[in-house]
C-alpha cells in the first residue's frame, strides 16, 4: 500500500506507527480500505461498529438499575431498564441500518494550490433510505450530512500539501445515529488521484518582457473586426454579426484577429536561474497566475516542453498541469 | 456534579458542540418530569425550588442566552448536600437518596451547555427515572416514568448532527416507534433475567412503615389509615364470597392494656420465643367455609391477613398463638397466598389459668368510672358474659354515642372520658372501652385489629379491602364457646359494618372523596390488580414456574439464564436479519431477464459481462438453431419493452414474462 498523506495535525504518533505496520502486515485488516474503484456499496463485510464512550457510560448506567431492580425485587424498574436495554440494541441496528446499503457513486475532484484544500465531490446515493447524521472524516478535514436522495453531493476540503498527484485519501464514513450510543463506520478509499498545483511564490521579480512598450502592444492586440466570413457550424452565437446577416444571404460572423502570439509573454525555464526548482516552479507558477490574470497570451517554456502561446482558462490549466507534474 | 480536569477537555470534536436549542428544551423537559415523578415524596419547598430553578434556566437559556456564572452555581451544588442532610438529617437512603438525585439533575441542566453535558444528564435521568419506582410501582407510576423516558430518547436523538428538520410535532413518533420495537426485549428480560432469591443489600424504607396496622392501638391511632385509600389486599374467593358482615380479615391480636395504648403484650423477641413454643389456639371448624387467595400489598412487617377464623397457616406462614398470621419474612414485595378459612367455629373452649389472666389484665390506677359501671353489671347478671356483653352493647347502642372519623382528643382516663363525656369516636374508640368493660366486668376479653368490609368489585369477581377498611373489634372468652367475636362498633353504627368508615362517617370528606369518585376508582382498581398480577407480583416463583411448558418444572438461575440467553439470540437474529433485509428492488423485466439467462446458462450460453441483450440472445438464437424463432421473439419483446415503450406497461411486462417463463429451451439433439 502507499504511503499515505498523513493527517495534517502531526498525528504521527506511537499508534498511527502502529497501525500503519499492522495494516502492512495483515492486509486482511485493510482489505477494505485498500483504493478501489467507485462506486463502492457500504454492506456488512465493510460496516464496523462498536459502542461509543457515552454507550459505554450509558451501559454502565443500565448495569447499576438494573442490580438496583434486582435488589429491591422491584419488577416495574426492572421492566424500564430491559426497555432502556432494547433501545439501546435498537440504536445499535438503527446506526448500522443508517450505513448498510450507502453508495458513494462518484468523485468529483477541483484542483487547488499545495497548501490550500482542495474541494472534493462525493456523490452518495441513499438507496432509498433517508441516512441523517452522516459523518465524513479521515481525509483531513470533516463534515456532517444528511443523504435523502440517489444523487446526493457532498463537498469534501481535502487538505494538500505538495505539487502534483495526490492520491484521493481514504475517507471514514461514520455515524452515532440514532442515540449516539454506537458508533458504525466504514472506510471509502476511492482509487482517483487529484491535481495539486503549485503554490505560487508570495512576490518576486516580474517575468520578463519582450521588450516592447505596452501601450504599443495594447493597440496591435485590441480584438478589433478584421472582416466577416459565413458562418460555419461551431461558431459560438455571439459572434454573429445580426444585423449585418440581415442584410444578406447567410449568417456572418464577425473575425477577430487571431491574438498576436509572436508578442506572447515568455515565461521560460531559463528565466528563473539560480533558484532550486521548487522554487522556480513556485516563480513560474506566480509569473501564470500574473499573465492569466492580465489576460494577455503567455508561453510556458519548460525544460523538455513548451507550451505554445495562448491565453484563457484552458490553457491556463495546461500550463498549472505541467507544472504540477514536473518531475 | 462534573470535575473538569484539564484532559477532559480534549473529548472529540462532536462532543464539545453546544447544545441546540430543541436539544436543551428536550434536556429540560427530561429533567422536568424527573422531577414530577419525584415530587410526590420529596419535601414541598425542596421540589417547589428545584422547579423554579428549572424554569428560570429554562427561560434564561430560551430568552437570554449563555451560561450560569460558576459563583451561582457553586453555592447551590455546595447547598444542595446541606439541605438535604438538614432535611433528613443523612444523604443516604431512599429518600434523601431521591433529593440528592433530583438536585442533581436540575444543577446538571444548569451547567448544561454541550452536547456532553446532556448525553450525561440524559443517563442520570433515566437512573432517576427508575429510582422513583422504588417508592412505588403501581400502573399509573410506571406509565408517568415511562413517560419521562420520551424526552430522555429524544434529546440522545436531538444531539445527532445533520438530522431531518425539527418539529415539535412529529418528535415523539421515532421516539414511540423505537420503544415499542424494544419491547420484545424488555419483555424477555423482564420475564427470563433471574430475580434474586435474597437481596444484595438492605431493602429500603426499614426504619418507617407507613402503611397498614401496626403492631399497637391507641385510640385515634387508626384514624389516619381511615382516609388512607390506598389497597390493602385484595381477595378472590373459589365459591359464593361471604355476606358483608361476615367479612372480618383478622389481624394482630392485643392483650395488654397500659391506659393509654393496647399493645401485643410481650416484645417481638419474646413473641418469638412463645409462638415458636407455645401451643396455638384449638379451633373446631363448624362450617361457613370458604377458600380464597389473598395478594398482600407490601407492608414492610410480617403478618398477614386472613377471613376469620382460618384453619390452617398458608405454606410460608404460621399461626401466632392467637391465629394470627405471621409471614417467615418481612413483607417487601406483593404477596399471594392460599387460605381456607371457617366463619363458624370454636376457638379455644377451655382457657388456662395464664391466659385468663392476660385476657383480664387492667392497668391500675386508670378509668375508676367505667370499672364501677362495670362491676356493677357483674354483680346485676352474676357474672353471665352472654347479659354483660349485651348491657355494653345497649349502653353504646342508647347512650347517646356517635361515630366520628375525626374525635375530641381524649384525657389520662381514655376509656371514662369517652364513655361518660366525649360519647364520640370510632372503631378503636369502641373496641378499647368495650373490652377494658368486660375485663373490669370479670370477662376474659381482647382486643382484635384487622379489616373488615371492602369493596366488591363485580367486573373482577374480587374483593377490594383498602387500608381505610381498616378496623378493630373484641373477642369475649365465654366458657364452653370460646372465643366469640363482638363489634362494638356496629352496636353504635350499624351502618360501618355495612358501608365502611368514610361512608359511616358521613362529613367532612375531602373533594376527591366524593362519592362517584370513589365508585369510579373502586372500579379502576382492577386494572390496577391486573398490572400488581402481571407485573408487579412476579416474583421468583411465578418465574421457576415459567419453563413449564418445557419440561422444566423448577427453573433455577441457569435454566433462566439460558432461556433468556436463547430468547435473547433469537431476538438479536431477528432484529439483524430485518436491519440487514433490503428491499429488492428489481423491477419485474430484469428479473424475467436474468431467469432467461439462468436458463440459457444451464445450456452453457453465459452471458458475457461486456454483452448487451440483444449481442447476447442473437448469439444464443445461432447457437440454439432449433429455439431461434422463440429466442429472437424474446429478444424482440425485451428490446420494444425496455426501448420502445414510453412509461410503464404492465400489460408488456407481464407478456415477456409469461414468455419467459414458457421459454424452456433444450439441447438440440445431435
Known sequence: MKPRQEEPAARTTMASRLHRRLERRLPALTRHKSPESLPVTLSRRRIYILPT????????????????ALNYANNAALLLTCLLGGIGIHAMLGAFRNLDGLVAGALHGDSAFAGESLRVRLILDAAGRERPGLRLDGYGGATVTRVETAEHGVDLHVPTLQRGWMPMPRIRIHTTWPLGLFRAWSWIHPDHALLVYPAAEASGPPARDQGMDPQMRLALDGDEPAGFREYRAGDPVHRIAWKLSARHRDLLVSERDRPDTRNARILDWEHAPGLAPEQRIARLARWVNEAHASGQPWTLQLPGQVLEPASGNEHYHRCMTALAELP | ???????????????????????????????????????????????????????????????????????????????????????????????????????????????AEHSRDARTGV?????????????????????????????????????????????????????????????PLALLGFFFIPRLSAPLWGAPGDATAR??????????????????????????????????????????VLWHFDGRTWTRGHTSAQHRARSRSSRIEPLTPMGGFHDYQITLQPTRRHWMF???????????????????????????TI?????????????????????????????????????VLAEQWQRQFHGDPKSIVDAALRLFHQGGFGYTLAPPPLGRNSVDDFLFSTREGFCEHYASAFTFLMRAAGVPARVVTGY??????????????????????????????????????????????????????????????????????????????????????????????????????????????????????????????????????????????????????????????????????????????????????LLDAYLHLRYASEGEETESVRNFVRQVREFRPRRAVQ
Open chain 2, 335 to 371: 404477596l399471594s397466598y392460599r387460605m381456607r378459612s371457617s366463619t363458624r367455629y370454636v376457638l379455644e373452649p377451655t382457657l388456662d389459668a395464664t391466659t385468663r389472666e392476660r385476657a383480664l389484665q387492667l392497668p391500675a390506677g386508670f378509668d375508676p368510672r367505667a370499672r
Open chain 2, 123 to 183: 443517563a442520570f435521568a433515566c437512573f432517576g427515572l427508575m429510582s422513583a419506582l422504588l417508592f412505588g410501582q403501581g400502573m399509573l407510576a410506571t406509565q408517568i416514568v415511562g413517560l419521562g423516558l420520551i424526552p430522555a430518547i429524544a434529546t440522545l436523538n436531538a444531539l445527532e448532527p445533520a438530522r431531518p428538520p425539527w418539529r415539535w410535532r412529529n418528535a415523539p413518533g421515532p421516539v414511540l416507534r423505537m420503544l415499542a420495537l424494544a419491547l
Open chain 2, 1 to 111: 456534579m462534573k470535575l473538569r480536569w484539564p484532559g477532559r477537555r480534549t473529548a472529540a470534536a462532536g462532543e464539545r458542540r453546544r447544545l441546540g436549542r430543541q436539544a436543551f428544551d428536550l434536556l429540560a423537559l427530561t429533567m422536568a418530569m424527573v422531577l414530577v415523578v419525584h415530587a410526590g415524596h420529596l419535601p414541598g419547598w425542596l421540589s417547589g425550588s428545584l422547579a423554579v430553578l428549572l424554569a428560570a434556566r429554562w427561560y434564561q437559556r430560551r430568552y437570554r442566552g449563555g451560561r450560569v456564572p460558576l459563583w451561582l452555581r457553586l453555592p447551590l451544588t455546595l447547598g444542595l448536600p446541606v439541605a438535604v442532610i438538614a432535611q433528613y438529617g443523612t444523604l443516604f437512603g431512599q429518600e434523601p437518596g431521591s433529593a440528592l438525585v433530583t438536585g442533581m439533575l436540575v444543577l446538571k441542566l444548569l451547567e
Open chain 1, 53 to 68: 464512550r457515552f454507550g459505554l457510560g450509558f451501559a454502565a448506567v443500565l448495569g447499576v438499575m438494573l442490580v438496583g
Open chain 2, 452 to 633: 373488615q368490609g371492602g369493596y366488591w368489585n363485580t367486573m373482577g369477581a374480587y374483593l377490594l379491602i383498602r387500608q381505610s377498611d381498616a378496623h378493630a373489634w373484641s373477642e369475649v372468652w365465654v366458657k364452653g364457646r370460646g372465643w366469640i367475636r363482638v363489634d362494638p362498633t356496629a352496636a353504635v353504627q350499624p351502618a360501618r359494618v355495612d358501608i365502611g368508615a368514610m361512608a359511616a362517617a358521613g362529613a367532612s370528606r375531602e373533594w376527591y372523596q366524593a362519592a362517584w369518585l370513589q365508585n369510579l376508582r373502586n372500579r379502576w382498581d382492577i386494572v390496577n390488580r391486573w398490572w400488581n398480577q402481571a407485573v408487579t407480583g412476579f416474583d421468583a416463583l411465578r418465574q421457576r414456574g415459567l419453563l413449564k411448558p418445557f419440561g422444566i418444572r423448577h427453573a433455577g438461575a441457569r435454566q433462566l439464564g439460558l432461556a433468556f440467553a436463547i430468547g435473547l439470540s433469537l431476538l438479536l437474529v431477528i432484529a439483524a436479519s430485518l436491519a440487514l433485509w433490503r428491499r429488492p428492488h428489481v423491477d419485474p423485466a430484469r428479473r424475467a431477464m436474468q431467469r432467461l439467462e439462468r436458463r440459457l446458462a444451464r445450456l452453457g450460453i453465459v452471458r458475457e459481462r461486456s454483452e448487451g441483450p440483444r449481442n447476447y440472445l442473437m448469439r444464443a438464437a445461432d447457437e440454439l438453431q432449433h429455439e431461434r424463432a422463440a429466442l429472437l421473439a
Open chain 2, 211 to 252: 402503611t397498614g396496622i401496626s403492631a399497637s392501638m391507641s385510640p385515634g391511632d387508626i384514624g389516619q389509615l381511615l382516609i388512607d385509600d390506598s389497597p390493602a389486599f385484595r381477595v378472590s374467593f373459589d365459591g359464593h364470597r361471604p355476606p358483608r358482615v361476615e367479612r372480618y380479615f383478622r389481624g394482630p
Open chain 2, 306 to 332: 386472613a377471613l376469620d377464623m382460618p384453619v390452617s397457616p398458608p405454606a410460608d406462614g404460621h399461626f401466632t398463638p392467637a391465629r394470627t398470621l405471621l409471614h417467615g419474612k418481612r413483607i417487601d
